[in-house]
């Protein structure tokens, strides 16, 4: 649980300082503290690239948390070197994904008529 805005308390009980630039990997912390630090800046990030796409970048974000949320659950907190740039990472390529996709079903679309 959460002691204080800047420290989170691992599995262990120790009390580790938490910011948005220095995550400690390698315990297990609370996902609704990740959420807290990261949703903000990445919806931005999702919104810039998906500027003129269909998908909505809360639903990018969305799937990058469910992402983190298995990737922690099938390897562990140790996979995980640096939250802040596997998190971005993830957004990027699902946006891309997606910028893909559209990309695609637009071109079928007119193949069609």
Known sequence: MLTRDSDLQTGSGDKVPLDSTNLV???SFSF???LDLYEGPLLRYASRILVYAKCQP???VQD???KLHQS???DGWGSI?????WL???THNLCMDILRR???EKKYINEQL
């Open 32 to 34: 609704p503290r990740l």
């Open 72 to 74: 922690v659950k099938t």
């Open 88 to 90: 971005f990472r993830v």
């Open 64 to 66: 990058v948390f469910m």
């Open 25 to 27: 990997v390698g315990e």
């Open 102 to 104: 559209e990309k695609t």
């Open 58 to 60: 809360e639903d990018v």
């Open 81 to 85: 070197v640096d939250i802040k740039n």
